[in-house]
């Protein structure tokens, strides 16, 4: 067995060289000065992990979502991970999820004990909540929408099945900061909610975190206790648990950035507005679908094309960054063998997966980095 290389270096490094680009750090971390400012305290006192910052931080997360509770950990993953695992989700469970979203979603559902059942995808990318009760089964214990690029699931017929069936909702919302579904905020849907400060996620940090959101004061009482060794004090162990501690660094920076927030939020949707406009007549292009009583914030601008895989040539040759999210949907992954799907269990997510293309949305994009996209897409039509 060929040993396993870490593949990012080279691939940051490929990305990089491109003029537009979905890697736009360097721009909105060009204040950094100030960053390392605030983090100068944080030196001082020495409160590496689950700091101060940290609890400021919590405050002012569950404040913009609408939450009694915000629980810092260390990625968007291990909050997936953790609010399963405080619901009592393990062995012999199953939690129902989509079979389009990105790995964490499913490998946090594994690596806590249960088997993911799949369900297909609508026409916005997101779960089909009409195929969900026909997979319930005794063994189920959740359901785990995912609120892809950052709209939010059909969560009114969610919530009610859940609750005919006494199920928890942990909502993946790792792209949805500042998305709202019919005026209420991601972070408040379900029983949880899971965020990703990844550095390509909307609001964004130096190295990995995530916080989860939730109403209930039982379970986050048990989410502080399972993210730091099942500690209440230094030398008292209620539960043996994880470290899964946001870096008190990390949350400088978070809190830094939801200084941005709106402004990061308005951008990305004015950008994904306007390629809306331009793109909707180009017959080779669909648009997914969109809601006018959901809020979405495009942490991937993403639509169906003809002949992908020549477009995506096409505009990356002419220094565009053309990325496909995502090209193998859950069920057909490797991983996911053991499963026994086969190639047309679920014909939308791999429709999706086979014929979409995502165009940089972020803050930094110009309208005449924009313009270019478009006439580049319109041109290799014509």
Same mark, same amino acid.
């Given at each position: 067995?060929?040993?396993? @290389?870490?593949?990012? *270096?080279?691939?940051?490094?490929?990305? %990089?060289?491109?003029?537009?680009?979905?890697?736009?750090?360097?721009?909105?971390?060009?204040? +950094?000065?100030?960053?390392?400012?605030?983090?100068?305290?944080?030196?001082?006192?020495? =409160?590496?992990?689950?700091?101060?910052?940290? =609890?400021?931080?919590?405050?002012?997360?569950?404040?913009?979502?609408?939450?009694?509770?915000?629980?810092?950990?260390?990625?968007?993953?291990?909050?997936?991970?953790?609010?399963?695992?405080?619901?009592? $989700?393990?062995?012999?469970?199953?939690?129902?999820?989509?079979?389009?979203?990105?790995?964490?979603?499913?490998?946090?559902?594994?690596?806590?004990?249960? @088997?993911?059942?799949?369900?297909?995808?609508?026409?916005?990318?997101?779960?089909?909540?009409?195929?969900?009760?026909?997979?319930?089964?005794?063994?189920?214990?959740?359901?785990?929408?995912?609120?892809?690029?950052?709209?939010? !699931?059909?969560? =009114?017929?969610?919530?009610?099945?859940?609750? @005919?069936?006494?199920?928890?909702?942990?909502?993946?919302?790792?792209?949805?900061?500042?998305?709202?579904?019919?005026?209420?905020?991601?972070?408040?849907?379900?029983?949880?909610?899971?965020?990703?400060?990844?550095?390509? @996620? %909307?609001?964004?940090?130096?190295?990995?975190?995530?916080?989860?959101?939730?109403?209930?004061?039982?379970?986050?009482?048990?989410?502080?206790?399972? /993210?730091?060794?099942?500690?209440?004090? /230094? =030398?008292? !162990?209620?539960?043996?648990?994880?470290?899964?501690?946001?870096?008190?660094?990390?949350?400088?920076?978070?809190?830094?950035?939801?200084?941005?927030?709106? +402004?990061?939020?308005?951008?990305? $949707?004015?950008?994904?507005?306007?390629?809306?406009?331009?793109?909707?007549?180009? *017959?080779?292009?669909?648009?997914?679908?969109?809601?006018?009583?959901?809020?979405?914030?495009?942490?991937?601008?993403?639509? !169906? !094309?003809?002949?992908?895989?020549?477009?995506?040539?096409?505009?990356?040759?002419?220094?565009?960054?053309?990325?496909?999210?995502?090209?193998?949907?859950?069920?057909?992954?490797?991983?996911?063998?053991?499963?026994?799907?086969?190639?047309?269990?679920? *014909?939308?997510?791999?429709?999706?997966?086979?014929?979409?293309?995502?165009?940089?949305?972020?803050?930094?994009?110009?309208?005449?980095?924009?313009?270019?996209?478009?006439?580049?897409?319109?041109?290799?039509?014509?």
């Amino acid at each position: 067995m060929a040993t396993t @290389k870490n593949f990012l *270096p080279e691939q940051y490094r490929q990305s %990089n060289k491109l003029g537009i680009n979905h890697n736009y750090l360097d721009q909105q971390f060009s204040d +950094h000065q100030v960053i390392w400012a605030k983090m100068r305290d944080v030196v001082i006192r020495g =409160d590496f992990t689950l700091g101060s910052e940290v =609890d400021l931080l919590e405050k002012e997360y569950a404040h913009i979502s609408g939450t009694k509770h915000a629980i810092g950990v260390g990625s968007g993953t291990d909050a997936i991970f953790l609010s399963l695992k405080a619901l009592g $989700v393990g062995e012999g469970d199953e939690v129902i999820t989509t079979a389009f979203t990105f790995y964490a979603t499913i490998g946090a559902i594994v690596t806590a004990g249960a @088997k993911p059942v799949f369900c297909d995808i609508g026409a916005d990318y997101n779960i089909n909540s009409l195929e969900i009760e026909a997979k319930i089964t005794p063994a189920t214990k959740a359901i785990l929408p995912v609120h892809w690029s950052g709209k939010p !699931c059909d969560m =009114d017929a969610i919530e009610d099945i859940a609750q @005919k069936h006494n199920l928890a909702i942990v909502g993946d919302a790792c792209h949805a900061i500042s998305a709202t579904y019919k005026g209420r905020t991601a972070g408040s849907l379900g029983t949880l909610a899971c965020f990703s400060f990844h550095p390509l @996620k %909307n609001l964004n940090v130096w190295g990995d975190g995530g916080i989860i959101t939730t109403n209930s004061d039982e379970l986050a009482d048990k989410l502080r206790l399972m /993210r730091n060794h099942g500690l209440v004090g /230094r =030398d008292e !162990c209620h539960m043996f648990a994880y470290n899964s501690r946001l870096d008190t660094i990390q949350a400088v920076v978070a809190r830094h950035m939801l200084e941005k927030i709106n +402004h990061i939020t308005e951008s990305r $949707v004015a950008h994904a507005n306007y390629f809306d406009k331009e793109l909707r007549s180009v *017959p080779q292009i669909i648009i997914p679908k969109r809601d006018t009583d959901i809020y979405q914030v495009y942490h991937i601008y993403s639509i !169906c !094309c003809q002949r992908r895989s020549e477009l995506q040539n096409y505009l990356i040759e002419n220094d565009v960054d053309a990325k496909v999210h995502y090209p193998i949907p859950m069920h057909l992954q490797p991983a996911a063998d053991y499963l026994g799907h086969k190639k047309g269990d679920f *014909p939308i997510a791999e429709t999706i997966a086979d014929n979409t293309i995502s165009l940089p949305v972020h803050e930094f994009i110009s309208r005449n980095q924009q313009d270019h996209v478009i006439n580049l897409i319109k041109a290799f039509y014509d």
